[in-house]
């Protein structure tokens, strides 16, 4: 599976922005991390790509401002971004698994397939 990130930028804080990632391949869940300067790569929002269930899930420093979505025949994940701030600011990777993730779902180790990420910066 490649995955190719898109729509990283600058943008002003409070403002928002929509980043994609699209897989070359059949996904069980796909994954948004970012990773500051200096620090570990976090996870974001992850959903699933397998059924038609969405099993959404978001870090806590993201929740009611992000939404992870998909459009699965476009086998596509966006990211939403709504009221940036300057410590959104980071490389935003792309991650997929072809395995369903039952737990850990923002787990970097979850994810097998990764793509080579898209700058955002927010000031």
């Known amino acids: 599976v490649q995955l190719v990130e898109s729509g990283g930028r600058s943008v002003q804080a409070g403002g928002a922005l929509t980043i994609s990632c699209a897989a070359s391949g059949a996904t069980r869940r796909m994954a948004w991390f970012r990773q ?3 620090k570990e790569r976090e996870g974001v929002a992850s959903i699933v790509t397998g059924s038609l269930s969405l099993g959404r899930s978001y870090a806590d420093s993201v929740k009611d401002r992000f ?11 966006y990211l939403l971004m709504n009221s940036l701030k300057p410590e959104d600011t980071g490389i935003y990777y792309c991650a997929a698994a072809t395995s369903p993730v039952s737990n850990q779902t923002l787990s ?14 927010v000031s």
């Open 67 to 77: 939404t992870i979505a998909r459009d699965l025949a476009k086998n596509t994940v």
């Open 108 to 121: 970097p180790a979850a994810y097998p397939y990764w793509g080579q990420g898209t700058q955002v910066t």
């Open 36 to 38: 500051a300067p200096g």
